[in-house]
């Protein structure tokens, strides 16, 4: 039988898991699966606990710190427990990025930054219906960040049309990679 997680008792054990500055080696841990516990994080990156929005910017840092990705459900994890939370797209949000050499590096909601190129990649998914382009950037382990409206708007004047997989792509260049935004022959 699982036990109930307790809110308070998962941010101690956050605590004592998280050395200043770093984030936890949440991969190596394999404790318990404790439960699910009724957190969510909305499209926009806000958390919620029990409905209610967690105002407390430190107690969200602490959580992002602990957050893993397991195939495609995300558990926060501490080396005692281990508990499902519920995220709708993206568990951060690419608020923004500045050029700092050959590299963007973005920013998340909750104070990670991140250098794409290979091992932070960028990409972009577009919905089936709309057409609507979704773009995402990996921050860390496999945990990914949507990058935000007016972020990606900053990044399409980044962008240049370069020769990808045999056809001509619109994309951005950094960190000695291209990643492709949409075929070329497709923009007006």
């Known amino acids: ?20 500055g770093a984030i936890p ?3 190596t841990w394999d404790p318990p699966f404790c439960g699910d516990i009724d957190m969510r994080i909305a499209r926009d990156g806000t958390w919620f606990y029990q409905g209610t929005p967690i105002g ?17 459900a995300y558990f926060l994890v501490t080396p005692a427990e281990k508990v499902g939370i519920t995220v709708e797209d993206a568990p951060f949000v690419a608020v923004d990025f ?8 973005f920013v998340t909601n909750v104070g990670d930054r991140a250098a794409a190129g290979p091992d932070h990649p960028i990409r972009v998914t577009r919905d089936a219906e709309t057409g609507e382009p979704a773009p995402y950037v990996l921050i860390r382990r496999n945990l ?12 399409i004047d980044e962008g240049e049309t370069r ?25 007006e």
């Open 144 to 155: 990914e960040a949507l990058i935000d409206r007016k972020s990606f708007y900053r990044l």
């Open 163 to 187: 020769a990808h997989d045999g056809a001509q792509w619109f994309g951005v260049a950094s960190g000695g990679a291209f990643f492709p935004i949409a075929p070329a022959d497709g923009l």
């Open 1 to 20: 039988m699982a036990v109930k997680p307790d809110m308070g008792g998962l941010a101690a054990s956050a605590r004592a898991a998280a050395k200043p």
């Open 25 to 27: 080696p949440v991969e």
């Open 98 to 105: 500045d050029r700092e050499g050959d590299a963007l590096v």
């Open 56 to 72: 407390r910017a430190p107690l969200v840092r602490l959580f992002s710190t602990i957050l893993r990705r397991d195939g495609d």
